[in-house]
């Protein structure tokens, strides 16, 4: 069984600020990692997605994550936080052996203060 | 990138009556779609597998007689909420695996929000 937990539900910063977003996941073979963000009242959009190649990995919008094996976490980072950044973010895990199912974590909602 | 559109964006329906949501994969032809529900302030929760030209694979505690799942196609799956009540009020929304990618990846759709009056 796999599973995912996001340490905090809600994460505020100050534009300008580092991006901080922490995900640790369950998974008794190798992970597929993802993480999604979600604006107000759409689905869900790809950021970035680790597949087993480079740990860290490089998404949109600046965003960028690093898988450590050691510590079964894959947190979420961005240097410098915008306003348009604000939004849930979910952090998610495939087996890779299950069609592509996923697992979520219970999300972490963004604030970024001016 | 691959584009999955949803519809309706949103519906309003009387108790009782059934409503239909429709998924499309826009670009590529979707094997496996998804249908997830979500409700406010909450995680995704996968309510069922959708394979083309099979029956659908429910997770345990959904149940299938009351969320009809049709993949008809390789570009469109339906989710037919059958004598929606309102605790069936919520945000659907499908994803779609594209084969072609690289990696197993869903594309998610926009979201349908229900509300069952």
């Known amino acids: 069984a796999q599973s995912v937990t996001q340490l905090g539900s809600h994460v505020s910063v100050s534009e300008g600020a580092l991006v901080l977003l922490r995900c640790n996941y369950s998974s008794s073979v190798p992970p597929y990692l993802f993480w999604y963000v979600q604006y107000p009242n759409q689905g869900l959009q790809l950021l970035l997605k680790y597949t087993s190649a480079a740990t860290l990995v490089k998404g949109i919008n600046g965003f960028e994550a690093e898988f450590k094996k050691s510590e079964t976490s894959f947190h979420l980072t961005k240097p410098s936080a915008h306003m348009s950044d604000a939004a849930e973010y979910f952090c998610?895990?495939?087996?890779?052996?299950?069609?592509?199912?996923?697992?979520f974590g219970e999300g972490t909602q963004l604030t970024v203060n001016p | 990138g691959a584009v999955v559109s949803q519809h309706p964006s949103w519906v309003i329906c009387k108790s009782g009556t059934s409503v239909k949501i429709e998924c499309r994969s826009l670009?590529?032809?979707?094997?496996?779609m998804f249908w997830y529900r979500q409700f406010p302030k909450q995680s995704l929760m996968l309510m069922a597998t959708?394979?083309?030209?099979?029956?659908?694979?429910?997770e345990q505690g959904v149940e299938k007689d009351k969320f009809l799942i049709n993949h008809a196609s390789l570009t469109l799956s339906t989710l037919t909420v059958t004598s929606a009540h309102p605790e069936d009020s919520s945000f659907y929304i499908c994803?779609?695996?594209?084969?072609?990618?690289?990696?197993?990846?869903?594309?998610f759709g926009p979201g349908t929000r229900l509300t069952v009056l």
């Open positions: 959708s394979n083309e030209g099979s029956k659908a694979t429910y």
């Open positions: 998610a895990v495939s087996d890779q052996t299950s069609g592509s199912r996923l697992t």
């Open positions: 994803s779609a695996r594209d084969p072609a990618g690289s990696t197993d990846t869903q594309y």
């Open positions: 670009d590529f032809q979707a094997t496996t």
